[in-house]
DNA sequence: GATTACCTTGACGGAATTTTGACTTTCTCC
DNA sequence: GGAGAAAGTCAAAATTCCGTCAAGGTAATC
């Protein structure tokens, strides 16, 4: 699943520029020229957000601040502010790192991949154990009731992965078919209700019991 | 409950100058003058790393993948190496930021506040907490009356977490209900009052005690 | 190219929820 | 105290949502 990086910054040949080069390291990127734009595209739950200071209309700091009221995910400022004064405003407005024009194009990859993996590392233990002998092996794609292995196919499996990672979260159908597809899916999705059937029915079988719940009118949740 | 930060680094003078310094701000420091003693110290638990790249024996890079297998907290690497391929390298290695000597005092610890900030942002489960004993869970949409799990529909729930999460506020009908259903209501909304009946009925039920004020002509208010 | 497993879709019934409308009660102001 | 407006109550209608099934499409494997 790609990684998606909000551009925010009013300088287009920068952006343009930014923009191609993490595509071409396999990122979805999606730019915004100002405030207003950068917000309406919180829409698209970027994982990590780039974000200019000096902007026309609310400059950088002030719509860090914004953001952080919407969305969790790390926030990189890249500008041309360089004192140390301007970095520490930065990154007490919220801002995660602080990167000062002109910058490598090297490091800045690198430390977007040093943000990246923390938030993976933060969310992701290498291995779930749930209630009573349930064992999920993410890293070997493996699921254990006592002893015995029980097989699901890839999309059941992330969908077991994406939910069991965050238990006792209500997601709803278009959240995780987010998470698990990737992208956003159009119209009624009766795709998840299928999968979580199968899932269900698999889980039940062999434990005789219930893991998912449903929240009507919302979405499921991993009971833990 | 005071942050524990662990400082690696072979220089003396450094690590004496940095651990007052970071002491005057609150933070409980422990410092480390080999890889070794880092490892060691590790039993501490810190809650964040600053580790020098350049020491005799085992050097801050492979110190840094040891430390990982160990324990999960952000590292910082604090280093005089200053080409972009040295801070590429550190943070592949897997810092999670690469700070270059000369720094200056205030960057740092506004660096530091950061990567704690972001510890926590990770860590905390988001709750509201309201009078005597009621407990509303935000992310996992469940209301708790001392153990006793109350269940509330979607709308139900949803008003509630408008109206708790900005207690001992007016809002009237049509402000909730643009709150609520994410548009405006169209004519006189008789769901409002419904819904509200039943929510104040179920909290009445299980705790015996009115959440939700009525303002005469004004709205309704949570009382906190 | 055929077989198999997997993914997706559409339709349907039943269940739970939401909304409605009529009615009653309460409150405010005269 | 009474008129009128606002809020509360109740039951029934309307709607939405979920679980299920069957079937068509797609991808993977042999």
Redesign the interface.
Known sequence: MAYRILIVDDELILTELLSTHLQDHGYTVSVAHSSDEALAKLATKPNLILLDINMPGMDGLELCKVIRNHI?C?ILFLTARIT??D??NG??A?????ITKPF?L??L???I???L???E???RPPEVVTSQGLIINLSGRKVFWNEQELSFSKREFDIIEFLSSNP???FDKERIYEAVWGYDAEGDSNVIKEHIRKIRAKLMQASGSEYIET????GY?WKK
């Open positions: 969790v790390p140390e004064q970095k520490v990154l007490r919220g801002g995660d790192d602080y490598g090297q490091e990859l690198a430390r991949e040093a943000h993996r923390r938030e590392r933060n969310s006792n979260q209500v929240v009507w009118g919302m949740r």
